[in-house]
């Protein structure tokens, strides 16, 4: 099936600093998302990516849809503990969405 | 506004037992899916639904089963548990079409069922 590569796996960070995660896959996907989960809860999601090329932000996140529809980045700038979570990347082609194996931020004070 | 409820959100099995787990949704949706989380391997699609009365397979269905009898609800049934099984389960929703023309794959999530199969 579709494999979603999503790095780094664990990011441990300094508070104020910014956050860069992507996600690449070998097929191609029509909508790109980001959720994000925090413990105890379902994933939420942040934003969603829907044509090659597309810059989309959201407060202090931004992400963007690869042109060759393959692969996505999330970058969170000065980032602050509230941030801390596991971020999934996940494309969409059809009825399906495909997770990537997450993100998980950490934020020092 | 209830959204995606889960039930229960913690059980503990034997191995060999059997159990249901419930999502209700109060959103209208068409869609609904059951995923489990397993550390390191994100979210891995069970099986789903388009619609009421109908179920099909996902990534990881061996093990499990699925009915939509109403619209609202999706039950996913484990007949003879396995440790293999011990995870965490979310069931999702979205409607049919949305803000775009197409599919958007935009999710909305329960909570959550932590099932731990001794």
Same mark, same amino acid.
């Given at each position: 099936?579709?494999?979603? !590569?999503?790095?780094?796996?664990?990011? +441990?960070?300094?508070?104020?600093? &910014?956050?860069?995660? =992507?996600?690449?896959? @070998?097929?191609i996907?029509?909508?790109?998302?980001?959720?994000?989960?925090?413990?105890?809860?379902?994933?939420?999601?942040?934003?969603?990516?829907?044509?090659?090329?597309?810059?989309?932000? !959201?407060?202090?996140?931004?992400?963007? +849809?690869?042109?060759t529809?393959? &692969?996505?980045?999330? =970058?969170?700038?000065? @980032?602050?503990?509230?941030?801390?979570?596991?971020?999934?990347?996940?494309?969409?082609?059809?009825?399906?969405?495909?997770?990537?194996?997450?993100?998980?931020?950490?934020?020092?004070? | 506004?209830?959204?995606?409820?889960?039930?229960?959100?913690?059980?503990v099995?034997?191995?060999?037992?059997?159990?249901?787990?419930?999502?209700?949704?109060?959103?209208?949706?068409?869609?609904?899916?059951?995923?489990?989380?397993?550390?390191?391997?994100?979210?891995?699609?069970?099986?789903?639904?388009v619609?009421?009365?109908?179920?099909?397979?996902?990534?990881?269905?061996?093990?499990?089963?699925?009915?939509?009898?109403?619209?609202?609800?999706?039950?996913?049934?484990?007949?003879?548990?396995?440790?293999?099984?011990?995870?965490?389960?979310?069931?999702?929703?979205?409607?049919?079409?949305?803000?775009?023309?197409?599919?958007?794959?935009?999710?909305?999530?329960?909570?959550?069922?932590?099932?731990?199969?001794?």
């Open positions: 099936g579709q494999q979603l !590569n999503q790095s780094p796996q664990s990011m +441990f960070i300094q508070e104020g600093e &910014d956050v860069s995660m =992507n996600c690449t896959s @070998s097929s996907f029509n909508t790109w998302l980001w959720y994000k989960q925090e413990p105890g809860e379902g994933p939420v999601l942040l934003i969603a990516l829907y044509k090659a090329g597309e810059l989309t932000s !959201n407060g202090r996140l931004t992400a963007q +849809f690869g042109i529809r393959k &692969d996505s980045f999330l =970058n969170i700038s000065a @980032s602050i503990p509230s941030d801390v979570g596991i971020y999934f990347c996940a494309g969409n082609a059809g009825n399906m969405l495909t997770f990537g194996g997450g993100t998980r931020l950490m934020v020092k004070p | 506004n209830a959204g995606v409820t889960q039930t229960p959100k913690f059980r099995l034997k191995t060999g037992q059997s159990m249901t787990l419930l999502c209700a949704q109060d959103m209208n949706h068409e869609y609904m899916y059951w995923y489990r989380q397993d550390p390191g391997m994100g979210l891995r699609l069970i099986h789903y639904s619609g009421e009365g109908t179920t099909a397979k996902g990534e990881v269905p061996d093990g499990y089963n699925v009915s939509r009898l109403k619209k609202q609800n999706f039950l996913l049934g484990l007949e003879s548990a396995a440790p293999s099984q011990t995870s965490v389960y979310f069931c999702a929703s979205r409607p049919l079409g949305g803000q775009r023309p197409f599919n958007t794959g935009e999710l909305f999530f329960g909570e959550g069922s932590r099932l731990t199969v001794l």
